[in-house]
């Protein structure tokens, strides 16, 4: 069965510094999907970044950065000089391709507080 | 990218009573997919909704609480039947577009409070 594990719940920064956002997975099959949502205070999911297993390439689009490795099953995700607008629960995923369609694990999520 | 809307947005409901949500994409998708979100807590997958068959349910999730239609390939909807206030969630909808190269977007999500 896979797994998805985020083992910080919450955590608070002031703005312009960065966080880290940790994401440890789990699976058996060798071709999997790994994604990050952003969950602002609305409550709709933003779609973030989706990732296959076979690219380890690291990604930067603006101030957002993802670290995936696949040595660790991390797939950690930066948001550098943090805005208030940043403030969000941030949920990491994973898929596994099968019968039923590329169903998603999600993590427990953080919770990023961007205090001004 | 698919557009999805979901109505109800919010509801208040009383217990015993049934909710029935739909889902509509803009577009032609072959999966779409059902989660729950407790307040607080993560996503939780319910089922998946294939057009033209029953409904794959996960562990944990049954047909006669959760059932599900998909009469066509841009409309599904999930009724939450005898409705307790532990059902009250988010519920959202999620589609798997056609594309293989595309990822899975989410609808806005329908709040329910059970009284």
């Known amino acids: 069965a896979q797994k998805v594990t985020q083992a910080q719940t919450e955590i608070s920064v002031v703005e312009k510094e960065d966080v880290t956002l940790d994401c440890v997975y789990e699976t058996r099959d060798t071709t999997y999907y790994l994604f990050w949502y952003k969950q602002p205070p609305s409550g709709e999911l933003v779609f973030l970044i989706r990732?296959?297993?076979?690219?380890?390439q690291n990604e930067i689009s603006g101030r957002y950065s993802w670290n995936f490795q696949k040595s660790t099953s991390s797939f950690n995700f930066t948001i550098t000089a943090s805005q208030v607008v940043d403030s969000a629960v941030y949920f990491c995923?994973?898929?596994?391709?099968?019968?039923?369609?590329?169903?998603?694990?999600f993590g427990g999520g953080t919770r990023v507080l961007v205090k001004p | 990218s698919a557009v999805i809307s979901q109505k109800p947005s919010r509801d208040i409901c009383q217990r015993g009573t049934s909710l029935t949500i739909q889902c509509q994409v803009d577009?032609?998708?072959?999966?779409m997919f059902w989660y729950r979100q407790q307040p607080g807590q993560s996503l939780t997958l319910i089922a998946t909704a294939n057009q033209g068959s029953e409904a794959t349910y996960e562990s944990g999730f049954v047909i006669d609480k959760f059932p599900i239609s998909r009469p066509n390939l841009t409309f599904s909807t999930l009724t939450v039947s005898n409705m307790s206030p532990e059902d009250s969630s988010i519920y959202l909808c999620?589609?798997?577009?056609?594309?293989?190269?595309?990822?899975?977007?989410f609808g806005p999500g329908t709040r329910l409070l059970v009284l």
């Open positions: 990732r296959n297993s076979f690219d380890e």
């Open positions: 995923a994973l898929s596994e391709e099968g019968a039923a369609g590329n169903k998603l694990t």
């Open positions: 999620s589609v798997d577009p056609l594309d293989s190269q595309e990822t899975q977007y």
């Open positions: 577009s032609q998708v072959t999966m």
